[in-house]
C-alpha cells in the first residue's frame, strides 16, 4: 500500500466536524460556511415576515370587520333613546306607587301602635274625656291622648300654616276641587311627622265611637305622604282612616276608588300592595 492510499483511508475514517465538508465546489471551507449561514439567515428572515404580515392582516381584517360605522353608532343610540323615553315614565310611576304604598303602611302601623298604647294608659277612646261633637276643643283633647305615642316635627294643633296649602285646595280622585282647606279649618288638627308625612285629624264622638263596628268611629284622621309637593289628590297621596273604638281601619271600598270617583276608600286597596285603580 503506497502512501497515497494510507492517506485516502485515514480520511475516510474521519468524521465530519465542521460544516465546512458542505462548501461548494470551487471555493474554500470559509467561504461556504458564510454563504451557507447568509442563505439560512435570509431564508429564516423571510418565513418570519411572512408570518408576522400574515398574522397582522388577519388582525386588521378582524378588527375592521368588528367596528362599527359612525352611522350604525348613531342609529342604536336613537333606538336605546326611544325606548328610554317609552319606558322611563312607567318605571317612575311605578316606584312612586311603591314609594307611597310603603308610606301608607308605615303610618297605618304607626297609628295602630299609638291607639294601642293610648288604650293601655287610659282605656278605650269612648272612654276618653273628650267633648261631644267635631269642634276645636274636641279634636285638640282627643290628639292629646295619642301625641305621646307618636313622633312629630311639628305641631301646629287646630292653627294654619302647619299644612302649607296656602290658597290651593285638595283635589278628589277625578279632579275636581275638594273645596275644603283643611289647613284653615280649626275642627282639624295638624301636625307633621318625623318622616315628612302631613296628618290632620277631627273627632266624631258620642254615640258613634261607642260603637266599635261604626264607619264614623271616633275620629277620622287624614295623612298626606308627600307633604306639600303635589298632587295633594285624595286617593294618589292623601288617604283617609277611621279610628275607632279599639282600632284604627282604613276607609271601606264604597265604590269610589276609581279614576272617574272621590278616591276616599283607596286606603284599603293600598294596604293590600297595590294602586292599580289608577289605571282602570
Request: aromatic residues 8%.
Amino acid at each position: 500500500m503506497n502512501i497515497e492510499e494510507q492517506k485516502a483511508r485515514g480520511q475516510e475514517g474521519k468524521p465530519i466536524s465542521s460544516l465546512n465538508t458542505l462548501a461548494p465546489c470551487g471555493r474554500g471551507q470559509g467561504e461556504g460556511s458564510k454563504s451557507l449561514h447568509k442563505t439560512l439567515s435570509r431564508i429564516c428572515m423571510f418565513a418570519y415576515c411572512s408570518l408576522t404580515n400574515s398574522t397582522l392582516s388577519q388582525r386588521e381584517r378582524v378588527n375592521s370587520k368588528a367596528a362599527f360605522t359612525l352611522a350604525e353608532v348613531l342609529i342604536t343610540l336613537g333606538i336605546i333613546g326611544v325606548v328610554a323615553a317609552m319606558t322611563l315614565p312607567s318605571l317612575i310611576q311605578k316606584h312612586q306607587e311603591r314609594v307611597t304604598v310603603n308610606k301608607v303602611k308605615k303610618f297605618y302601623s304607626v297609628m295602630s301602635q299609638a291607639q294601642l298604647l293610648a288604650i293601655k294608659d287610659h282605656g278605650y277612646l269612648d272612654e276618653w274625656d273628650v267633648p261631644d261633637g267635631t269642634t276645636k276643643e274636641s279634636a285638640e283633647k282627643f290628639m292629646s291622648y295619642l301625641k305621646p305615642y307618636l313622633k312629630i316635627a311639628r305641631d301646629c294643633g287646630t292653627s294654619a300654616g302647619c299644612l302649607e296649602y296656602s290658597q290651593t285646595t285638595v283635589k278628589y280622585l277625578n279632579g275636581t276641587p275638594r273645596n275644603l282647606n283643611y289647613d284653615t279649618n280649626n275642627k282639624y288638627y295638624k301636625l307633621i311627622l318625623n318622616d315628612g308625612t302631613y296628618m290632620w285629624l277631627r273627632t266624631v264622638t258620642g254615640a258613634y265611637c261607642a260603637n266599635p263596628e261604626s264607619k264614623e268611629s271616633c275620629a277620622t284622621v287624614w295623612i298626606d305622604v308627600n307633604g306639600k309637593n303635589p298632587p295633594n289628590t285624595i286617593g294618589r297621596d292623601i288617604f283617609n282612616f277611621g279610628i275607632n273604638k279599639n282600632n284604627v281601619r282604613p276607609t271601606g271600598n264604597n265604590g269610589d276608588c276609581r279614576l272617574n270617583g272621590a278616591g276616599w276608600s283607596c286606603a284599603e286597596y293600598v294596604l293590600q300592595g297595590n294602586m292599580d285603580y289608577l289605571k282602570k
